[in-house]
């Protein structure tokens, strides 16, 4: 029987070794190469289709008010509880509420690890609680919680103003005052707003001139509480700031009259005055 011509009659010998071995090597490299390129395609289109169903839902929910960034201190942790810090004495959260740590996260486009470290912060400044198997929750000001502030700080500021009145010059003076004069035609006119930031400002320019290094730093430790009691008696109702205006007036006129004793006199009966007219507040 004829038989037809083979690769052996083509490529006899060593021609057909060669020959066969770079055919082979040709389609080795090519199928390899189709293959690779099929299974990436393939492990991309995967990847594509899978990412979208294991990947969190945009959310839609969003805070009542933007958040504000406080860009303080280098690292993340610092300027998120910033942030915190200023919504909650802004009056962003009310008192009781409860925190979203994921929605906060969102909204300061931050992971959940700063903000959980900026709640552990906050929490040891008095400004929230942390309920096991509840979460985080705005700290509430309590009667005690006022009472204890304010106890702490007439002890205080009394031996402060007693150092510092024959010290505040003149110029100094005369910034109180004018402060004074402005917050009450904005308290005239409605405006309770300013109250607070004079109560800072006149309480804070008054520390500032004090010599003894510790007492300055033992009020700078209680800031934080102060501050929430501040803004707990800022968001009431009622004639108590003209009240506390008529006494940063009379503290003021002690000092412009270089009279310590008279000036720790009318420190203390604003400072006790106001800590009664707040709990009086956080009974309603």
Partial sequence: MERGLTAFDICPGSAFSGLASRCFSCFTASYFC?????YLTFHLLFLSSTRSQFLTPERTISMRLPLPQVKQGRVLADWVTASLREAILNGY???GEKLDQDLIAEELEVSRTPVREAVRKLESEGFIELRPHYG?????VSRLDIHEVFKV?????????????PLIPEFVLDEL???????????????????????????????G???NRLLKEILDSLTNRISMVRRFAQLQPGDYLIESLKEHR??????????????VEMMRFHLENSSLRIQELAQK
């Fill in 34 to 38: 189709s293959t690779s390129l099929y």
């Fill in 93 to 95: 959260f009310e008192a």
């Fill in 136 to 140: 985080a929750f705005i700290a509430t």
């Fill in 153 to 165: 700080r007439t002890l205080l500021e009394a031996e402060v103003v007693r150092q510092v009145t």
């Fill in 177 to 207: 005052d004018n402060s004074l004069v402005e917050t009450q035609a904005q308290v005239d006119a409605g405006d309770i707003a300013k109250h607070y930031e004079n109560d800072v400002f006149f309480h804070e320019t008054i520390v």
């Fill in 209 to 211: 001139f004090a010599e």
């Fill in 250 to 263: 009379a503290i003021l006129q002690a000092i412009q009259q270089r009279d310590p004793e008279r000036a």
